[in-house]
């Protein structure tokens, strides 16, 4: 089955300790992308990337980390977390050559900072 | 960069009316329009988009309108039933070509309840 995965779905965590979100997917898709969405401001993008070791900044990048190494996984890190990072966290990922490209979106990471 | 404005924030209507939820964008370059639903505690999931090069789509009980010289596209969904029920968000986005962009603004989304 087609799809993006996250991990973890839901995440409570302290002030400053390191997390890792994982995101995968299984459709070849060469961009991915991270958003946030908190209440009255709609999705805001945090990262995307158009291919394996090419990321670049959207919108909301700051306090925020990401790699792609593999064409499959985009993780997003936040070296140290603050509680204005409390989200729900959406991963994305598309076909990025020609045509006008649906974007798919994973389940979600509901992420708290105390 | 591109913003996107949506209105209203909040749309309440009966079952079997219709609703119209309306955005603005600001970057004339932005050519694909798509429209996200997102039941409550799933991820958005695209239920229609429209080109820069067509001004209406339409698909059963919802349809897109586009007017590029003014910027704004616009939603519409007839005989609205209580499964209509969602948030429902606009984006705009520059895509196409060789080179596709594909980054996607959201607008702010738009809180629809469908009342039986």
Redesign the interface.
């Known amino acids: 089955e087609a799809q993006v995965t996250q991990n973890p779905r839901y995440l409570i965590t302290v002030t400053g300790k390191k997390l890792t979100v994982t995101c995968s997917q299984n459709m070849n898709h060469e ?1 991915m ?1 991270w ?1 946030r969405q908190d209440p ?6 945090i990262y ?1 990337s ?1 291919n394996v070791e090419v990321t670049d900044k ?2 909301v990048p700051e306090g925020y980390k990401v790699s792609r190494k593999e064409k499959r996984n985009f993780p997003l890190i936040l070296e140290s977390p603050s509680p204005n990072q409390t989200s729900l966290y ?1 991963c994305a990922s ?10 798919f ?4 990471t509901r992420l708290t900072v105390l | ?1 591109e913003n996107v404005e ?1 209105h209203p ?1 909040t749309l309440s209507v009966q079952e079997g009316d219709s609703a119209v939820i309306k955005c603005t964008y600001s970057d004339s370059a932005s ?2 329009f ?1 429209w996200y639903k997102q039941e409550l505690g ?5 239920i229609i ?1 429209i ?1 820069s090069n067509v001004g209406e789509k339409k698909d059963q009980r919802i349809a897109v309108t586009l007017n590029k010289t003014a910027k704004h596209f616009s939603l519409h969904i007839t005989e609205t039933q209580p499964e209509d029920s969602a948030v429902y ?1 606009c984006a705009a986005s520059i ?4 080179t ?10 738009t809180i629809l309840t469908v009342h039986p």
Do not use: H, I, V
């Open positions: 961009y992308s958003y009255g401001l709609g999705l805001r993008q995307y158009m959207g919108d959406f598309s076909l990025s050559k020609g045509g006008y490209n649906e974007q979106f994973g389940p979600g | 960069g949506q924030s050519n694909y798509p799933k991820r958005p999931q695209l988009d080109r968000f895509q196409g070509g060789g596709s962009y594909g980054k996607l603004t959201f607008g702010q989304g």
